[in-house]
């Protein structure tokens, strides 16, 4: 499993991702990605599961050194006393007394941006998350974040796979060194019987998924988070990290659409024209 280390992270490429997984299928999902050997588990305050994921985490008995663990704060607790009793909250729920890495989850059109990123940056230094970043930026709302308001962005969290390019926003986190954590990598089941990565896939005695998950491995600093309670889908995926693409198999992933964005929330912000 390769690491991320960029930007003071140490974060396991392939992540588990736990977006709509809740109750004791949630857990028995945590332990189940954990004891196959996934070290990078992703969850957020809005799913409602950070209790589950914490209570596999412990029933996992893997020591907390060992694993990354992502939480993220809802765009309706970004003012400052709010987001601290969120952090609070998550931590109890989690079993922790830190975070390797604290999100906000999406931002808010009301939100006092540089007060939430204060915050964040507070929270970093008392020890609660070792670094901080963002989901689901536009360029504007990164370059305010970075260039204007000076937060340490560790990573910035969005949608990307095989079918959704985002352009400007790749050029703008590229050009600083900015890892990604690409979710819905998989593009929410569409490319998990794609006809194109599944001629790929016969070539490589693989799954499309695998394919799709390979392409986004293969990229530099990318961190793809699929999800699955299947245990047998969850070694699956993590088969990706053995295929190896070559340039015939890249330029027939270049031929797929990539404006099919999957997440589009009625508060999302205005996404790049170019994404």
């Known amino acids: 499993m390769h690491i991320i280390t960029a930007n003071g992270l140490h974060m396991p490429q392939l992540g588990f991702g736990t977006w709509r ?29 950070e209790a589950e994921v914490g209570a596999g985490v412990a029933a996992s008995g893997v020591p907390r050194t060992e694993l990354h663990i992502t939480t993220k704060v809802w765009n309706q607790n970004l003012a400052p006393d709010r987001l601290r009793a969120a952090m609070a909250a998550s931590l109890e729920m989690l079993r922790t007394d830190y975070v390797d890495l604290y999100l906000i989850h999406w931002p808010s059109p009301d939100m ?39 937060a340490p962005i560790a990573a910035v969290q969005f949608e990307y796979h095989a079918l959704l390019r985002q352009p400007a926003l790749l050029r703008y986190v590229r050009e600083r060194g900015v890892p990604i954590i690409a979710y819905s990598p998989l593009a929410k089941g569409q490319l ?10 016969r070539k490589h005695h693989a799954t499309p998924s695998q394919i799709a998950l390979a392409w986004l491995l293969e990229q530099e600093d990318v961190a793809p988070i699929p ?23 890249r330029a027939a ?17 205005a996404w790049d024209p170019t994404g």
């Open 21 to 49: 997984i809740s109750g004791p299928e949630c857990q028995a999902a945590v332990e189940s990605a954990i004891s196959l050997g996934y070290r990078h588990i992703d969850t957020g305050q809005m799913y409602g599961n």
């Open 112 to 150: 006092d941006l540089p007060a939430a990123l204060e915050t964040m940056m507070a929270l970093q230094q008392e020890g609660k998350a070792r670094r901080i970043g963002v989901a689901n930026f536009n360029v504007a709302l990164l370059r305010r974040s970075i260039e204007e308001v000076g």
């Open 192 to 201: 998990v019987n794609h006809p194109v990565l599944a001629e790929i896939a």
């Open 227 to 249: 999800k699955s309670v299947r245990r047998e889908r969850q070694q699956e995926n993590l088969g990706a990290l053995d295929v190896v693409l070559d340039n015939a198999d």
């Open 253 to 269: 992933i270049e031929t797929l659409p990539k404006d099919r964005r999957c997440v589009s929330p009625g508060f999302a912000p």
